[in-house]
């Protein structure tokens, strides 16, 4: 299984929500979901309009590891979601393919997500599971709380964790850099 990386430039981040706003809210309210709440896809495109309406929080049963999770609908997402959903049947699946009315698959997602990215030149290794990295990496660079995002995660580790989001890799390469004989 290749590894993928977070998107670590906020400009960069900026730049695919815009992309994904012009392709319309459903592409668009994915992307911030993933990088808002640090679910895994699967839990994502696993929701229904009746999981989040009229909600403050969403509670879902995590499909890798079946613990139960609470998350709030954060003001990063919440206008989005509340457009999006309005006229909506609550049993509709929330991310609606727009050929069926099944849940867009983790593939088409995929396809939404690296398309975005492709066209505001990231270039670096891309998937679903980027949107969540993404989240760990921002969480961690502005709140510096490895025990909590641990726990946001459910990593075993704080070690695991820092792995995960690439914090090791960046602290490795900034350290070889200036390191001299």
Not at 28 to 37: A, Q, R, V
Request: with cysteine.
């Amino acid at each position: 299984m290749e590894f993928v990386e977070p998107i670590r430039d906020k400009k960069k981040i900026e730049l695919v929500k815009s992309i994904l706003r012009k392709n319309g809210t459903r592409d668009y309210l994915l992307f911030l979901m993933g990088i808002n709440s640090g679910l895994r896809i699967s839990d994502i495109l696993n929701l229904k309009v009746s999981d989040v309406l009229n909600k403050q929080y969403i509670d879902i049963k995590e499909q890798k590891t079946g613990k139960s999770k609470k998350f709030p609908i954060t003001d990063s997402f919440k206008q989005p979601l509340k457009e999006f959903i309005i006229g909506r049947k609550p049993e509709e699946w929330l991310f609606c393919s727009k050929r069926s009315e099944k849940a867009i698959t983790r593939i088409q997602a995929y396809r939404i997500i690296s398309q975005a990215c492709q066209e505001a030149g990231i270039t670096t290794r891309i998937g679903t599971h980027t949107l969540r990295k993404t989240f760990g990496y921002h969480f961690y660079q502005e709140k510096k709380d490895i025990a909590l995002l641990q726990s946001i995660l459910n990593h075993s580790a704080p070690s695991v964790t820092l792995r995960y989001i690439g914090i090791n890799q960046d602290i490795i390469d900034a350290n070889l850099k200036s390191f001299s004989l």
